[in-house]
């Protein structure tokens, strides 16, 4: 077999000769078209015969575009070209997975670094108090990692939806973590009063004191935790606790009044609480001033 | 054998015999529980009179001959409801009142919707409540009539009084906050830091919830746990099973705030303290306690959790009036209304007051020399658990 046969048969041959029989195919495909309308499609109706000839121009102007397509990448200097590409194509597609993996890589970088940021700006906390670190890491790791995350503007049409979502989500996150933290400064009181209590009843014992009556022992555990409450109740640190729970269930409640009124209410045919308001202060401000006349006249 | 420590074996028969009687009582609280009981309250016969938005005026029928020329307004708070006043027959300030020979009208501020959210404090002295002071005049053809307050209608009181003094004969406050500026109570802590325009932007009135929620924290363990066990231990007993679920059918019975009105509360009262100082600007109008001119007897709590003493004994150091009285009595907030023990003295004491200011200074003087001739006059007897400081 000479190099000339050998050509022949090569891939660029098969493939050159596939496109041009699937071109004739077509073409003879395309041009039964007109014998089908004559055949069994005319009828007197001339706007069934615009909508099979808008369909027909269609057809052979794409059948064109094909044609002139399959003469150009036929052509031996085209498909030689292509055949050579092809034997890069392992290389560009290592290159395109090396760029996806260095970006990982990189990603999970910036996640490692903020990570050992937030291990730095909880160094200070200790397992002694585990519960209230956990909940003061949690919340720092929130508002200064994970809630970047919320921030990424949002695009397209339903840009406006999505913020009123995430906005809410956001705020909820921020209500529970404080939340969180004041029920368990809550719940201080009654852990600490029960440890008293013990000791209490240990002092008893050793002075073979102990109470008979059951009632005397829920007795003094009442005074305790009163006692604890009201020192609690009365610190700064709870007062703090309590408004910025107060401020982030505000919050709350405000985003998640913004995503029903905006998105869900607005589209029924009811008014929302916006507009009521407006409503209300008019009639209030009208009603005023009506008094304010009546009063003068 | 040495005597032990610890005497188990006592502990433990107690421990039979308590549990041998939690058996008893709990057969005989389902039998309490399951069989009718008795729970209305303020159910003393009453006209409404008058009505205005939300706003209703309680006219009581007279069980007795009025004794008084002019009648008695009584304003509750805001905050919870006036039935606290007419808990249960026996048990009623209004009725001790009707007794007296007194002529009531109450005020009920109703539950405020969401359309009452810009409503003020003026909105509510020099509108509803001065309306109101003009109907009772009209009807019955006065030109001053008794005004007595309760907590912060009390506070509402002291304002109307000081803008309109000619309305007013004499003034009645009960457990009623004017100086903010302390820190023996928890509201008074919690207060002055509380972010009131974010919470009145965000849900307009401020919910009876929340304010339950926020009174309920003031002593978590007596009103959230001990209250409750206190119930569990008398549930085999109807009367005390009725007296408490009165008590909380009243408690849990919170309307919402007008929004604007807690706001400006908030703001002037609790943070800046100004009505004691004369500082305090209602309707576009300072109010000045010096126009307080007519007499006041002030009454409030030792044991007052949320109207601490402090709160209260400043305002008649602060009034025009020169005939004041402060009277501390031993319990708290509601033991003065509803507790036993004061019932039988709170309100023979103020009709006693307003009997003997009820006329007009100069037929109240000719009376007074008339009746010296006649009799000795006696003066109330002091307890332990009354302390009086007159100005006069």
């Known amino acids: 077999m000479n190099e000339n046969e050998q050509n022949k048969s090569g891939p660029e041959t098969l493939f050159a000769d596939w496109m041009k029989t699937s071109t004739a195919f077509w073409e003879s495909m395309a041009s039964t078209w007109p014998a089908f309308n004559k055949a069994g499609g005319v009828t007197p109706d001339s706007k069934r015969d615009d909508k099979t000839s808008r369909f027909q121009k269609s057809w052979e102007s794409t059948q064109k575009t094909w044609t002139a397509w399959s003469q150009i990448i036929t052509e031996p200097e085209t498909m030689k070209t292509l055949f050579k590409e092809t034997g890069m194509l392992p290389e560009i597609f290592l290159k395109i997975a090396q760029t996806g993996l260095n970006s990982f890589v990189h990603l999970q970088q910036q996640w490692l670094e ?39 503007p949002q695009l397209g049409l339903t840009r406006f939806y999505q913020e009123k979502m995430i906005r809410s989500v956001d705020k909820f996150n921020m209500f529970q973590s404080n939340l969180t933290e004041f029920l368990r400064l809550l719940s201080l009181p009654m852990e600490k009063s029960f440890q008293v209590l013990q000791e209490k009843l240990v002092a008893l014992a050793d002075e073979g004191n102990l109470p008979k009556d059951s009632k005397v022992y829920y007795q003094m555990w009442i005074k305790i935790l009163e006692g604890n409450y009201m020192t609690l109740l009365q610190s700064s640190e709870y007062t703090k606790i309590l408004n910025k729970t107060l401020h982030s269930m505000s919050e709350f409640s405000e985003a998640k009044k913004d995503l029903l009124q905006d998105t869900l209410l607005y589209t029924l045919p009811i008014p929302t609480q916006k507009e009521m308001d407006e409503l209300y202060k008019e009639i209030y401000l009208l009603k005023k001033r009506i008094k304010e006349l009546e009063n003068r006249s | 054998m040495a005597q032990p420590k610890i005497s188990v074996d006592l502990i433990l028969s107690k421990l039979a015999e308590e549990a041998e009687k939690a058996g008893e009582s709990a057969q005989k609280a389902s039998d309490v529980l399951l069989e009718s009981l008795e729970t209305k309250i303020a159910v003393t016969p009453y006209d409404v009179v008058y009505e205005e938005d939300r706003v209703k005026l309680k006219h009581y029928k007279p069980t007795v001959e009025i004794q008084l020329k002019r009648p008695l307004l009584i304003v509750y708070a805001l905050i919870n409801r006036e039935t606290m006043l007419d808990l249960q027959p026996g048990r009623s300030v209004v009725q001790n009142f009707l007794q007296e020979g007194i002529d009531v009208y109450m005020i009920d501020w109703g539950y405020p919707a969401r359309k009452d959210k810009y409503l003020t404090i003026d909105d509510h002295v020099n509108g509803y409540m001065d309306n109101i002071v003009d109907f009772i005049l009209d009807k019955h053809n006065l030109d001053k009539i008794h005004l007595m307050g309760i907590c912060m209608g009390g506070t509402f009181c002291v304002i109307y009084s000081a803008l309109h003094p000619e309305k007013i004969k004499n003034m009645v406050t009960t457990v009623t906050p004017t100086n903010f500026d302390t820190n023996q109570g928890l509201l008074h802590i919690w207060m002055k830091d509380m972010d009131v325009d974010r919470i009145v932007d965000t849900y307009g009135n401020i919910p009876g919830d929340i304010m339950n929620m926020g009174f309920l924290l003031l002593n978590p363990a007596r009103l959230m746990i001990d209250k409750y066990v206190g119930f569990i231990e008398n549930m085999a007993n ?72 402090e709160a209260c004994e400043l305002l008649t150091g602060k009034v025009g009036s020169k005939d004041t009285e402060d009277i501390c009595l031993d319990t708290g907030h509601i033991g003065i209304y509803v507790s036993s023990k004061y019932q039988k003295e709170f309100v023979p004491r103020i009709a006693r007051w307003l009997k003997e200011r009820d006329e007009d200074k100069k037929k109240r003087g000719a009376k007074k020399a008339t009746a010296k001739k006649r009799v000795a006059k006696k003066t109330p007897k002091k307890t332990a658990a009354l302390k009086t400081k007159k100005k006069k």
């Not at chain 1, 730095?120 to 002694?128: A, D």
């Not at chain 2, 009105?261 to 004369?278: A, E, G, W």
């Not at chain 2, 209602?282 to 409030?300: H, Q, S």
Request: hydrophobic share 35%; proline share 5%; charged share 30%.
């Open chain 1, 114 to 152: 903020r990570a050992g940021k937030v291990q730095e700006s909880t160094k200070s906390y200790t397992f002694e108090n585990f519960d209230e670190d956990a909940l003061k890491v949690w919340t720092k790791l929130y508002e200064t990692e994970l809630r970047k995350i919320f921030n990424i």
């Open chain 2, 238 to 309: 109807k009367k005390f099973v009725e007296n408490f679920v009165r008590m909380e059918k009243w408690i849990f019975d919170s309307p919402d705030v007008p929004g604007e009105t807690f706001r400006q509360f908030v703001r002037d009262c609790y943070q800046k303290n100004l009505l004691i100082q004369s500082k305090m600007e209602v309707g576009g109008k300072r109010v000045d306690l010096k126009k307080i001119t007519m007499p006041l007897l002030n009454y409030y709590g030792k044991y007052d959790h949320l109207v601490p003493p």
